[in-house]
């Protein structure tokens, strides 16, 4: 009895010591391989499941495994569909419901539609498109399945033989040959011959921006003016199944040497209407949301009064109203908006929906809303809205692993800068005690429309796990707060979101626990821009961090894939080689004329293919760090893109941060 008494005291004992081992865990290198990203949540036409793309690192294949599966709603349990597949995205519910379709690579890597029966079998290979099909979508009766894909090159033999010089246009630095348009054809869900429907020059972009109407005698798309990246004309078109007429559904006038661009169309449930979006003025990256008749015309902005930035659109069952989402102060929202009356804000539970420039929700029947979400102690997981008026329902514990680990709580603070209230997101370490003194890392994120936000960051946590406070500023430019705060860096790129910055920095510095004396700052694309505008003008960092950094504003205007768009975004839509002044204010605004004031120890980093902010940029600021005699390192990896995105590299893009900063504020 006696040994008895001895083992279940010391089991007791030995769960209280795991216990305090979990509590005591904090986010590490490690830890990234736990984690599963979720996207592309489909509610099936009975509401009664959900589908979702569900992503895990595999560092043996250096490969994110990705896998659809099917979640009930009323109970949560989870049906893996596919399996060993390289690939799979957007998966789609048939009309019915008997069957999904999805987009899955051959053996030849290109990818192909499926199609996978709810009740007995195997998916079926439904396509055997030479370039690989873009996205689809299923007609309402059914039967038909239309799909985009590129055309093939028509010289190919000539090219073969030598003949391959192409036409070079803007944004085309890193191609290396002419892009074919591509275009809509339609096959039958049982599979069979494809049959072209459109044909052009002209091209529908890769995105989701097929819509069938609910009488399946049209489809409405996206055209833009050429398959060249960074093209600034986009329309809203129909074209007739029966007779491939097209015509294009609104009439406003478009300038010359515009940015117009309009762009995933919807169309309503009952068919009455389509809704798009178009660009806010001089804005590539903001949108409002119009309604229109398929009949024609530019019809009314239902989005204007929210005063966001609006990236995609849903229709309600009813086609009463549309439910859009944006990010929003601290935070992303949901509103639910009316065809006509205000909107109105969902109760989101403080979780953040996922997504950049597209945000992970899905509208099913009764107007049931499933999407992605994460909060500032959890990471992603998919949820279920029952009705616009009810609170979030947590479906699945993909990344429960990683939420048992102890995280590094955040807070939302505001402060005062010119005519302007910024917030920022300050994160701390999990065993944060306020009467000890901390290194502060500072963090502007990219964009830079975009929004730092209280949502899981495991860059942020990684930081946060060294005993580093983290923090995150909202500067003019992000699009939490509306057109007027995001268009304010209209030919002001640094000196007013610097402005935000130290600002809220030195009210920082009022606070007892930040160590002054230890300040870091580092940021990616425009977060490594806004990091070199930082350490060329203010003083006082103990070390940087730059990767993927816009140092020149000529030069990203000239060689980066969406260049042309760099007068709008920079300059009121005036060239700096057009107008002296604008030219000089390019100049004023670019942090390689600030370089000879540099003097800390600076990392920089970047993808030798990276297209948006090309390695010229950071080749450029490192060797002038190099001639000034500043402490400097620049690490390259050998891929494309804009940011790591494998396993193997995003983990040893984070250990060289933490390694600068590790050696510079510790």
Known sequence: ????????????????????????KT???????K???????????????????????????????PFIYKVDVATGAKQQLTFERTS?????????GNAIAFIASDVAGKGQLFVLSMNVGEAKKITSSPTGVNQFAWSPDGNTIAFTQADEVSNKKEMEKGYDAFEVKYNSMFMNAKPTPSHLWLIASEGGEAKRLTAGSWTIPSAPCISWAIDGKQIAFQSNESPYSGELISMIKTVEIASGNINRITNSQIPPDAMHKERLPVFSPDGKSIVYQRNLENVGYGFDVFLTSPNGGNGINLTAKLDRCFFRAEWSSDSKAIFVVANDFNTTSMWMQPLTGAAKKLNLNNLSIAGSYWYEYNVGRNNAIAFIASSSQSPQELYVLATPEAIPKKLTNFNDEVQNISLGKQETFTWKSDEFTPNGILTFPPDFDPTKKYPLVLEPHGGPRSTSKES????????????????????RGSDNMGYRFSESINEDAGEGPGRD??????????????DSTKIAVTGWS???????????????????????????????HTQNDVGSMS????????????????????????????????????LILSNIGDERVPISQSYTYFRALQDNGVESKFIAFPITGHIPTDPIRIKEMNRYILDWLDKYLK
């Not at 799979?88 to 019915?96: E, H, I, L, M």
């Not at 005993?467 to 500067?475: L, R, S």
């Not at 977060?527 to 990203?556: E, H, P, S």
Request: charged content about 20%; proline content about 5%.
């Open 1 to 24: 009895m006696k040994n008895k008494k001895t083992i279940l005291l010391f089991i007791a004992l030995l769960h209280l010591f795991s216990l305090q081992l979990l509590a005591q």
């Open 27 to 33: 986010f590490q290198l490690n830890d990234l391989e």
């Open 35 to 65: 984690l599963y990203t979720l996207t592309d949540p489909q509610i099936s036409p009975d509401g009664k499941s959900i589908l979702i793309v569900v992503s895990k690192p595999d560092t043996a294949t250096n490969k994110n495994k």
């Open 88 to 96: 799979v995205s957007y998966p789609r519910w048939s009309p019915s």
């Open 456 to 475: 899981f960051n495991s860059s942020v946590q990684l930081k946060a796990a060294r005993g580093f406070i983290v923090f995150q500023p909202n500067y």
């Open 501 to 514: 910055v130290m600002k809220g920095l030195a009210e920082l510095k009022k606070r007892n626990y930040i």
């Open 526 to 556: 425009y977060g490594g821009f806004m990091t070199t505008w930082l350490i060329g003008n203010y003083q006082g960092w103990k070390c940087a961090v730059a990767g993927a950094a816009v140092t020149d504003w000529l030069a990203q």
């Open 567 to 602: 007068r709008f975004e920079v300059g009121k839509g005036i060239s700096p080689f057009t107008n002296k002044k604008v030219k000089e204010n390019w100049l004023k605004n670019s942090p390689i004329t600030y370089v000879e004031n540099v003097k800390i120890p600076t």
